[in-house]
């Protein structure tokens, strides 16, 4: 099989003309770097949740997905270090950009906050604190930087790249996708911060989200419960993994450091734990 993309967690195989697999893995990464401790199970959370919210999200605008069962993958991937992390989609013209609902004020939103008191051109309320939920929805859609992070751009230049239409369609969908599965997500526990949607054209030009969609890895998970302003709340992602690297000077350091058996396994707790919270016992 031809293996097409090799991501920071993702293995993607081109099956058809029309058709990928994608695998996830264990692998996880942290300030751009992947680490060379896999977390285990890791990769069967973030398929099982994307899978879910595909389903819970389908009516509001359609999805890659076509199938996770593992009978109808090629033979290649059929053994059992395959099973609960890999799906076959549907292949996409993706769209250059990733789109970031922001419903909390952290992370980098903080930092440039702190500097000049808006965030990308965006002028926010004075006095606000760490984590404090802001006025509205922000959406910020970024593209590809050749080296280190993200660039963001604006609607503007969003909508010179892909027209008008097309996107203020991408804008309205990832507000709606967004806000429906926050209101289901606080409901069991867990406020969703912020997360990342990426989307691509079908064979029809019809609007499809593609890739992951509301995991620990492309998403801040807080508990509801324990949230407070002007701290850094308890996570069910990786920040608990970011913070653990940032306290001991290792955060972006390449070589990456080997992880100690109590970080991997506290790392895999909150990533089963919002699995649990999240999607229906079968």
Known sequence: MEKIISGKVREIYSVSEDRLAIVTTDRISAFDVILPTPIPQKGQVLNRLSSFWFSYTQDIVPNHMISEDLS????????????????????????????????????SMWKEYQKTGGYCGMKLPEGMKQAEKLPELILTPSIKAEEGHDVNVSFQYMAEKLGTELARKTWDASLALYQRCYDYAYDRGIIIADTKFEFGLDENDRLVVADEVLTPDSSRFWSRDAYQVGVSPESFDKQYLRDWLTQNGLDGKTPPPELPAEVVEKTREKYLECQRRLVPEE
């Open 72 to 107: 109808q993958m090629p033979a290649e991937l059929q053994g059992p270090e395959f099973e609960g992390r890999t799906i076959l989609v549907k292949k996409l013209r993706m769209l250059p950009f990733e789109f970031i609902v922001r419903r909390y004020l952290f992370g």
